[in-house]
């Protein structure tokens, strides 16, 4: 009996610490049952400061401030870009941390107003996409529904969850991000 039970707890604690990769939240989105990867981003005001009107981007190309202090991708010719795209309205200043659902007429305080994505989206030696999603250049298609989760932030350190449902092709969009996010004044 004792040998039993032994094997028995022996069995568990094996399964318990098993590598398992599935448990480990990963930076990026998933679209159409494709997990495309977004390990990088940044943020800033789209309006004046008192406004609270913020755009996240989340991607998978690092970004940059050039020195005039705008924020920029790094070099995209020739290359795929993947992205997350979401627009937020804060309640108040720095009031991040809560959900944020997507209203269409964007006259509420504390909503996503418009969200969009590229997925490995090729573009040429110019860095101009080939054979973009239509219409373009509005990576913003026509959107169904779709919440942001602020989790946390500190200082320029978020996690953010997030799921939209796009009208074009019934699109079902679920993501992750937790890390740091360059700022740009």
């Known amino acids: ?9 022996l069995a568990i604690s094996l399964i318990g610490c098993s590598d398992n990769d599935s448990d480990v939240r990963k930076n990026g989105f998933i679209v ?10 940044g943020y800033f005001n789209l309006r004046a400061p008192d406004e609270n009107n913020f755009y996240v981007l989340l991607t998978d190309n690092k970004l940059w401030l050039n020195d005039s202090g705008g924020m920029e991708l790094s070099d995209i010719k020739n290359t795929t870009l993947t992205s997350f795209e979401i627009s937020l309205i804060l309640s108040g200043a720095n009031a991040w941390e ?3 659902i997507y209203s269409k007429t964007q006259n509420k305080s504390q909503c996503a107003s418009n969200f969009g994505y590229w997925a490995k989206q090729p573009f ?12 373009y ?3 913003f298609p026509d959107i169904h529904s779709g919440v942001v ?13 997030y799921e939209v449902v796009f009208n074009e092709g019934n699109r079902h969009v679920t993501g992750y991000f937790k890390g740091s996010l360059l700022f740009q004044n």
């Open 1 to 9: 009996m004792l040998k039993k039970l032994f094997v028995l707890l």
């Open 137 to 139: 250049p509005n990576p």
């Open 124 to 135: 040429d030696s110019d860095s101009y996409p080939i054979d973009p999603p239509q219409p």
């Open 98 to 100: 809560g959900e944020y």
């Open 149 to 161: 989760e602020i989790l946390s932030k500190e200082g320029n350190d978020f996690e953010i969850e």
């Open 32 to 41: 159409d049952g494709k997990f495309y990867e977004t390990p990088y981003g």
